[in-house]
Each structure stands twice: as C-alpha cells, then as structure tokens.
C-alpha cells in the first residue's frame, strides 16, 4: 500500500503548520507514502475545456501533469491545506478542480480509495477539512479521518495584529491582546 500526501500550503515547510500536520499523519500511518508540497508548483484551475472527458487525462500543461501518476499510484490520501476565508486556499482548491478528468464516462480511477483531509488555521480547520472531503467525494473516494489543527494566523505576525480592528488576534483574544514576542507569538495575553 502506498499513500500520497498533499500539501496545499503556498508557505515554506518550515513554516507551514498544513505541512507540518500532513507530514505527521503520513509518518504515523506506519505505510510507504510520498509527500508532495504544492508551494511552487503552478496549477491552474479547470478551464472547462472538456478535453478529457475521451480519456479521462487532462489536456491542461501545467505542473499538474507531473503529479498525475503519482495520485492515479496512489491507494489512499493525506490532503491538507490552509485556512483561507474559512476555505481551501487557491492552490489546492485549483488542484482539486483538476480532478475533473478523474470522473468522465464511469471514470472509476480512484473509486474505493481512502483519504484523510487535514485543515490548518487560525481559527482551526473546520470548515478546510469538510470542502477537502466535498471534493473528495465527487471522485468517489472515501473520507476516512479529518484532522483539524489551529495554526498560527498570519495576523499574529503580519505587525498589526495587536492593533488591527478585523484580524484574528481581535476575533479570537477580545480587545487588548498583547504578543509575548512581536516575530511570531503564540500565546498572546490581555492588559489587564
């Protein structure tokens, strides 16, 4: 049995906490996997052009390409992506997209597979997890786990975040939230 995970994140490995998580699922699974980054790779959307609805392969060139075997390989899925708008980010929502070419004429591909869909955010990961796992079921493959993590927003080290009015540190401490560390705090606490 072999998985492949997928991370959506556009950010570095060592700052990503989707790649973080995916990689630790994948490494707890006690199977051979190949994991897969998306940061970097240039995949459109679905262009609707109906060029593989004849053999179920995508006629788009792009990055895209290169990754087809290795999820066609593949018998199950560790997909995760990041929090964006209580969504999947662009990447991996444009990478899903493609698996359009997977469903034509009874395209059994990856019918019966497994998958577990992780969602990383500031907020956790909630509403990432349930659109991985929509995607997932438009191609028949099953949603075994869903993995939520809360990561560290953007807002807590963008420079703002103790006195922007609409970010997370708002949202989520209250008024008054205060880092420990200004570069990338992860336990903000309130003036008193």
């Not at 997890?129 to 075994?144: I, R």
Request: overall charge positive.
């Amino acid at each position: 049995m072999k998985i492949l995970g997928i991370s959506g994140s556009p950010r570095k490995e060592s700052q990503s906490g989707t790649y973080k998580l995916v990689e630790t699922v994948l490494k707890n699974t006690g199977v051979d996997y190949e994991f897969i980054s998306l940061r970097g790779k240039s995949i459109s959307g679905c262009i609707a052009c109906l060029g593989c609805v004849k053999d179920n392969i995508c006629k788009v060139d792009d990055d895209l390409a290169s990754l087809r075997d290795a999820i066609v390989t593949a018998d199950a899925y560790v997909f995760g992506a990041p929090n964006y708008y209580s969504t999947l980010n662009a990447g991996m929502h444009a990478f899903l997209e493609r698996w359009f070419q997977f469903r034509h004429q009874t395209g059994n591909t990856l019918w019966g597979k497994l998958a577990v869909a992780v969602g990383v955010g500031g907020t956790g990961g909630g509403a990432v997890v349930d659109e991985l796992e929509k995607f997932l079921l438009y191609n028949f493959v099953e949603t075994v786990a869903k993995v939520s993590g809360q990561g560290a927003a953007s807002c807590y080290s963008c420079g703002f975040g103790e006195t922007c009015q609409v970010g997370i540190p708002l949202m989520v401490h209250g008024a008054g939230v205060r880092s420990r560390r200004r570069s990338f705090p992860m336990s903000p606490v309130r003036r008193m």
